[in-house]
């Protein structure tokens, strides 16, 4: 086809990937459509690891429409969403979790979910998941050791051996286990609630978040006419911010639907900004709230309206005692106080374990990540309980096999016969 | 004249003799043409019949009516059940077999069976009937017409021995000529054929061993029987010996590396790793110190030993040189010299499951022609190749053993499936359901098939009637029988578990780990006390039912993907959504089945799902489009 389309090349493919400046030309026709770069890229040396090429073309809406339209006639189609990756993945170029590390990456809207998914994409994830494969599969080999050889040169591999090691590969799970609850956020932002009575100052705070992040992406209405959403990346990390203010209180009856707005939006939060301005006291609307919030979800109370109350003078009552709040700011918007401290406090409040293992980590993402992890891990601790309780080995050993089978569909490989391999590179068996 | 069989079996091993064996069994008129009727049954190897997954596979073989168990307990003459100390899922018999008794109780068997003929010649060719196979042809020009053939011919089509770096001597055995014009006439039919390496140990003269720096390895004192159906008198019994390796051996080994012919370049072919030769083991271990070697007696009635663990390729002044430095063997006299000898093999993914060559109807293989290693794994696929062969040609539905009911199976469906890149050999970690294939249950998992499907002559069957009978019994008195707590208690000190203060029931104490079936049994008196292996049975399935029941549940969903049928025809090549590897494993391998497809290396398990949108689709009619969203996930779709 793309001969037909650069009759310049007279038949005769251009070197792979050497760009070359060449005349488009229609197919059908012969008119010059555009002169513009091509880079051919033979098979299996691709992307897709299929035969491809490139075009860089001039820019504007028709030259590209046109070239487009000719590659059409010529016999091409237009490739639907994700078809690039779906090929690379059928042709072996990438894993299964690469593929979704790609969907990811073009999707990324903070920083945090770009290096994630790009190191996803690198197979920094598929690595890992293959180590942590690869440490069950030695755990099943000492165990083939154990039982298919009791006659060998080398004594038998003791129990409290197998048991230690099935500790380590359990903790390395659960490293890994932990970065699920961040990493799912990571791609569609963390459910952020701005809570408080009516004129607690909620909407001042959105604007000013806002206007503070210049990452936004969007600033729509939220999907109920009583809610206002918008995306932000607060210290690299994205957050779904959600203003329960649209409703006025002009009268007692509308005042308490929008508390009821804001009660549904706190049981889905997976974080909860609760404003309070400095002189009010605690009431019992933020001890509603508060009730509404589901355990393990942290709550930062912001002290708003700062500026109301002179430098130095106490704030009106907070919470009584025993009522927890994972951070207390003081924020003014007229003068900018604590909107810096919101900034630095969150992504670490809910992007926990990811903000603690630094970039480079791999991360889970997607819950189907999640759920084979979790299964993994709770195979292998089954199988070092088991052991622990005097179960034989040769039995206990069945837990492995689930372990390994769930890290395998994770990345989409199946195993040949590696136990077996890893036994005989590691012992020297046979009469 | 053209004499006619409904079977022919060609070869006279341990594959052989099963295929002829269930063969004839079944009712087909059989037919065993060897080369030297006197050595059938032959053990080529080393005199030891069993072992961990292998001993599994001598009572599967007995518990389908085969000849080997039965052989084996004729003439062993040492026994050990091989991890002992573990659970009894892993227990593996294994008999030291008197060289000369062996054969002689497989051939008083075949005697024994009807509608089984024995016949001296040669096979040098088959002949075909259109596009089938129609007979096989003798090195005298007899033909032999057969509605099928089973071809059992170990390493000696084309096998080349090699003693030390020469070129090698054409050889199936030491001593015997091999098969050459057999392996020419199956290669002309368009098989696919590849070579493999294997060797054996020298033998020495035990008068003039130094047994004093020995170590004694007695055998386990018991009535064990690799057969569950007929009790053949146990010979008298004899105990082995382990020596050690040492500096001297390595030293000698290494110096003459060179003249090796697997270190010499003299042998091409690929060996088994789990059956390394003393070079391997000097060359890919060098700082293990010392390796175990075992002298095995030969027999009864002669003083020849077989001295496991030296196996080897070298000269014979090298391995004169190297025997001398083991401790005990300074002054031993070799009877014979070690050898590495190179076969050609047809690589088994061109077999069905019921080990019939897909491209030659009629034609079967069974035992080291498949590729395989072992005596065991040799008598299995030959029962299953004898019987398939026989139940073709009565027009009756195939025998195909799953892996959720038989290590036979594993072996089976692994050769098929997957192919054989070194030769191959059973493991227990082959297996995925190790807890249900076990030896003590073997009767009881496969007898009852053996019965119905009329592999069980009339005694046999009346056999396993008993022996269910007892079995019940065991289950019973475990079930019923209450234990008070000073015989409770006995045992379970002896565990080391708990004391109990009040009666308990035998079962509630069975499910605790490490208390031992037969201790509650000779403890609370059980009027079996004594039959290990039924107890062990019992034990193993209360102990740990939940793991047990796990593994069922996992079988029945295999065997709901191997319901998911794959027609031969089907057109992976155009199956877009299938990765481009799992596509040409496929359409290389074309498994019957969606369980097969599965363990097809290569395949993962989104490759099975989109195989099953395929595969629907194409029924329907519908082509698919390479852009449809594939499913990705758990392989669990049926």
Redesign the interface.
């Given at each position: 086809m793309l001969l037909r389309l650069a009759p310049s090349l007279r038949g005769e493919l251009p070197r792979p990937r050497v760009t070359r400046l060449l005349s488009l030309k229609d197919p059908t026709t012969g008119a010059l459509l555009d002169r513009g770069l091509v880079t051919w890229f033979p098979g299996p040396s691709s992307y897709t690891?299929e035969d491809s090429a490139e075009l860089s073309l001039h820019g504007g809406s028709l030259v590209p429409a046109l070239v487009l339209d000719a590659c059409v006639r010529a016999g091409a189609r237009m490739a639907?969403p994700g078809?690039f990756t779906?090929?690379a993945?059928?042709?072996?170029k990438v894993d299964?979790v690469q593929a979704e590390g790609v969907a990811d990456l073009v999707e990324a809207e903070s920083e945090a979910a770009r290096r994630a998914a790009l190191a996803q994409t690198e197979g920094g994830l598929s690595r890992r998941v293959s180590e942590l494969r690869e440490g069950i599969v030695e755990l099943?080999a000492l165990?083939?050791y154990?039982?298919?050889?009791?006659?060998?040169?080398d004594p038998p591999v003791p129990l409290e051996r197998i048991v230690r090691e099935a500790g380590g590969v359990a903790e390395r799970l659960e490293i890994l286990q932990a970065t699920a609850p961040g990493g799912e956020l990571l791609r569609d932002g963390a459910l952020t609630v701005l809570a408080g009575r009516p004129n607690s100052g909620k909407s001042s705070l959105f604007n000013a978040l806002l206007g503070e992040a210049r990452a936004i992406v969007t600033a729509e209405p939220g999907t109920t006419r009583d809610a206002i959403e918008a995306r932000v990346s607060l210290g690299g990390y994205p957050f779904r911010l959600v203003d329960t203010a649209g409703i006025r209180p002009h009268e007692g009856e509308v005042e308490r639907l929008g508390i009821e707005v804001a009660r549904r939006y706190v049981a889905r939060a997976s974080l909860l900004l609760l404003c309070l301005p400095c002189d009010r006291a605690w009431g019992e609307e933020e001890a509603t709230f508060l009730s509404a919030v589901p355990v393990g979800v942290p709550v930062v109370l912001l002290r708003t309206m700062r500026d109301r109350i002179p430098r130095g003078a106490a704030k009106a009552p907070g919470p009584p005692g025993g009522i927890g709040t994972h951070a207390v700011i003081d924020v003014s918007v007229e003068d900018g106080t604590g909107l810096r401290e919101i900034r630095d406090t969150l992504p670490g409040l809910v992007y926990r374990g990811l903000v603690e293992l630094g970039g480079d980590a791999p991360v889970l993402t997607r819950r189907?990540q999640r759920v084979a992890v979790t299964r993994a891990l709770e195979e292998v601790l089954a199988f070092r309980n088991a052991l622990s309780?005097?179960?034989?080995?040769?039995?206990a050993a069945?837990h492995l096999?689930s372990a390994e089978t769930a890290l395998?569909?994770l990345v989409?490989?199946?195993?040949?016969?590696e136990?077996?391999d890893r036994v005989?590179a590691d012992f020297?068996?046979?009469? | 004249m053209t004499r006619s069989y409904d079977v022919i079996v060609v070869g006279g091993g341990h594959a052989g003799t099963e295929a002829a064996a269930a063969s004839a069994r079944l009712g087909a008129r059989t037919l065993l043409i060897t080369p030297d009727l006197s050595r059938v049954g032959q053990m080529s190897c080393n005199p030891a019949i069993g072992g961990v997954a292998k001993g599994v596979v001598v009572r599967e073989v007995d518990a389908l009516g085969g000849v080997m168990g039965r052989a084996t307990d004729a003439s062993r003459i040492h026994f050990r059940m091989l991890n002992r100390s573990k659970g009894p899922a892993v227990w593996s018999p294994r008999a030291q077999c008197d060289r000369g008794l062996y054969p002689r109780g497989v051939r008083r068997i075949l005697d024994g069976i009807e509608k089984l003929d024995l016949f001296q010649e040669m096979i040098t060719g088959v002949w075909m009937e259109g596009e089938r196979l129609g007979g096989v042809v003798t090195r005298g020009g007899q033909r032999f017409s057969a509605g099928a053939v089973v071809v059992t011919a170990g390493t000696f089509l084309r096998g080349r021995i090699h003693v030390g770096g020469e070129a090698g001597v054409p050889a199936g055995r030491a001593g015997e000529a091999p098969s050459i014009e057999l392996a020419e006439a199956l290669e002309a039919r368009g098989l696919e054929v590849a070579r493999f390496k294997t060797g054996t140990p020298p033998r020495v003269d035990g008068r003039t061993v130094d047994f004093s720096r020995l170590e004694v390895q007695a055998g386990d004192v018991n009535d064990y029987r690799f057969s569950a159906y007929v009790d053949e008198p146990i010979p008298e019994q004899r105990v082995c010996w382990i020596t050690w390796t040492g500096e001297g051996l390595r030293k000698v080994v290494q110096e003459n590396l060179g003249r090796s012919a697997l270190y010499g370049g003299a042998i091409s072919g690929r060996g088994p790793r789990y059956c390394p030769s003393i070079e391997d083991k000097i060359v890919k271990f060098p700082n293990a110190p010392r390796h175990q070697v075992f002298l095995e007696p030969e027999g009864l009635e002669t003083t020849e030993l077989y001295v496991n663990g030296l196996s080897t390729s070298l000269p014979g002044d090298v391995q004169e040189a190297f025997i001398h430095t083991v401790p005990g063997l300074e002054e031993a006299r070799i009877t014979k010299l070690g050898y590495a000898i190179e076969y050609d093999y047809f690589p088994p993914h061109q077999l069905r499951h019921t080990l019939e060559v897909r491209s030659v109807p009629g034609l079967f293989f069974a035992g080291q022609i498949n590729g395989t290693t072992g005596y065991e794994e040799a008598a299995g696929q030959g029962l299953v190749a004898g019987a398939n062969a026989a139940l073709k040609v009565q027009g009756l539905e195939g025998f195909v053993l799953g892996r959720d009911q038989a290590y036979i199976g594993v072996l089976v469906d692994d050769l098929v499936t997957k192919g054989v890149d070194e030769p191959y050999r059973l493991f227990t970690s082959r297996a995925e359901f190790r807890l249900l294939l076990r030896q003590d249950n073997a009767p009881e998992r496969l007898g009852p098939l053996a019965e119905r499907r009329g592999l069980l002559l009339p005694e046999q069957a009346a056999a396993l009637k008993d022996r269910r009978r007892r079995w019940v019994e065991v289950r019973e008195w475990f079930r019923s029988e209450v234990l008070v707590p000073e015989t409770a208690n006995k045992v379970l000190r002896e565990a080391e578990s708990a004391e109990v203060n009040r009666p308990v029931r035998a079962e509630e104490l069975l499910r605790r780990p490490r208390v031992r079936g037969e201790s509650l049994a000779r403890a609370g008196g059980a009027p079996f006390a004594g039959n290990d292996e039924l107890v062990a049975a019992v034990e193993l399935e209360v102990k740990y039912e939940g793991y047990v029941r796990r593994e069922e549940d996992r079988a029945r969903r295999l065997r709901d993907q191997a319901g998911f049928l794959l027609p031969d025809d089907l057109p992976y090549a155009d199956f877009v959504t299938l990765s481009r590897e799992a596509r040409d494993k496929l359409v290389r391998l074309r498994p019957g089945n969606l369980a097969q497809a599965g363990r097809i290396p290569g395949v993962s398990p989104a490759d099975l799902q989109n195989l099953v949108l395929e595969v629907r689709r194409a029924r329907r009619g519908v082509a698919v489009d390479a852009t449809d969203e594939p499913s990705q996930g758990s392989p669990d779709i049926l």
């Open positions: 690891g639907r078809e779906q090929r993945y059928l042709n072996g299964l099943e165990l083939a154990h039982v298919d050889f009791p006659e060998e040169d189907r309780a005097g179960v034989a080995a040769e039995v069945a096999r395998e569909e989409g490989v199946i195993s040949g016969d136990v077996m005989f020297c068996i046979g009469k | -």
